[in-house]
């Protein structure tokens, strides 16, 4: 009688489970099609964390909301460019590297606000020219974008980046093509990877029509659509050394460095100013401060670097180019949170990533956040809080 009861019992519970679920499966197949994709939608991609902690706050963007940002923020891995939090996703995503133009006609530039590392060099004459690593986040607009000078795409192997520019000097194109550089060029993909956008922000302090060769500009999409065209390797490679090592600098400071001046030349000075309320650096140029186009934010960084190295004319130049010697070794200095160290530097060739010690041979770590390089020359005059700790502007 015992084993007939459980029977019974079991039957009973197996056709209650039988019958709940031929209702659920009626409920969803008869119900509209929109509420019966819901249940398979697969969830979103989450989407990279512009600006980070940059602005002394964390944002809530992509699928993370308040509530769950300060619980999962440090769950993430850091970034191996800024040492920032970033989504898994993203660790390993080549970079790219961005020529930008920094005339005064140029201003002000959409996308550089965003970039991991900023470098800054003189191209021709007094006028300098930027290139912009971006890998933690690829902005919706980039540039304007300028032309290639040959020790530019040295910037771009220090990262394992691939390399963007429109149009390049002869030497520029020579080793673009000699070192078989992956590159994306505006003289060819213009209208394609690169459009024209002539106008200024409203706010700016230029107004009117941008200049035609002011005008060229790249965004994310277009960046990715192309990689994936040509089939472009996307993974940044393995050497620990295309980024840097983060921590704060375990080393005694030469000095305070509240401002920064870096005088690429007579008629263009680069100014970094510390704020002490976030720890970071606001960027100026000779008219005052250095806005982004996309957000209308003073630009800032954590850590200034100064790289000190020989800069030669080239001979018969009439445009007043240079030679800059990147491979070799060399002296340089960090600025982070308000005070100064010395630097050694060493790169071993044009396609190997540039090396960074303390004096003592102790390899670098920055405070996590963005950085901005200076190439300067070995004989100018920097200044770390009004102070000069060179003697000499005055090109070899």
Not at 98 to 107: G, H, M, S, T
Not at 223 to 250: C, H, K, T, W
Not at 257 to 273: H, K
Not at 275 to 287: A, F, I, K, N, Q
Request: proline letters at 6%; a negative charge.
């Amino acid at each position: 009688m015992l084993g007939q009861i459980k029977t019974i019992i079991i039957a009973a519970v197996c056709m209650t489970l039988l019958v709940t679920a031929g209702f659920t499966a009626f409920w969803v197949l008869s119900g509209p099609v929109e509420e019966a994709l819901d249940v398979f939608v697969e969830a979103p991609t989450p989407t990279p964390l512009p600006m980070l902690n940059h602005y002394g706050e964390i944002p809530t963007v992509g699928r993370w909301d308040e509530g769950l940002i300060e619980e999962n923020i440090f769950r993430l891995p850091n970034s191996f460019f800024t040492g920032l939090p970033i989504y898994e996703e993203y660790l390993h995503r080549r970079p790219v590297a961005v020529v930008v133009n920094n005339l005064l006609q140029a201003l002000p530039q959409s996308g550089i606000g965003y970039a991991d590392i900023i470098y800054e060099v003189l191209s021709e004459g007094q006028v300098t020219r930027l290139v912009a690593i971006f890998q933690s986040y690829w902005p919706e607009k980039i540039g304007p974008v300028r032309s290639a000078r040959d020790y530019f795409v040295d910037f771009a192997f220090n990262h394992d980046a691939i390399f963007v520019h429109h149009g390049a000097s002869p030497s520029g194109y020579g080793r673009i093509r000699n070192l078989r550089i992956d590159s994306m060029d505006g003289m060819a993909l213009e209208g394609f990877t690169f459009w024209r956008d002539r106008t200024y922000p409203e706010w700016a302090r230029n107004s009117g029509t941008r200049p035609l060769e002011h005008s060229s500009y790249t965004s994310d999409e277009r960046l990715r659509q192309r990689i994936y065209d040509v089939n472009m390797r996307d993974y940044l490679g393995e050497d620990p050394a295309f980024g840097f090592r983060f921590g704060s600098p375990q080393q005694a400071h030469s000095g305070e460095a509240l401002t920064v001046t870096v005088p690429f030349s007579p008629g263009y000075i680069r100014r970094f100013i510390f704020d002490e309320s976030t720890g970071l650096y606001l960027v100026e140029y000779p008219h005052g401060a250095l806005y982004d186009a996309i957000n209308h934010q003073q630009v800032s960084v954590t850590n200034i670097l100064i790289q000190l190295t020989s800069k030669t004319h080239v001979p018969g130049d009439g445009a007043g180019r240079r030679n800059v010697h990147t491979v070799g070794s060399g002296r340089g200095y960090l600025a982070t949170g308000g005070v100064y160290f010395p630097l050694l530097w060493e790169k071993d060739g044009h396609t190997e990533p540039m090396r960074w010690y303390f004096e003592d041979g102790t390899p670098l770590t920055l405070n996590p956040g963005r950085t901005w390089i200076n190439v300067f020359q070995s004989n100018g005059v920097v200044e770390f809080g009004g102070v000069e700790v060179e003697e000499s502007l005055e090109e070899e």
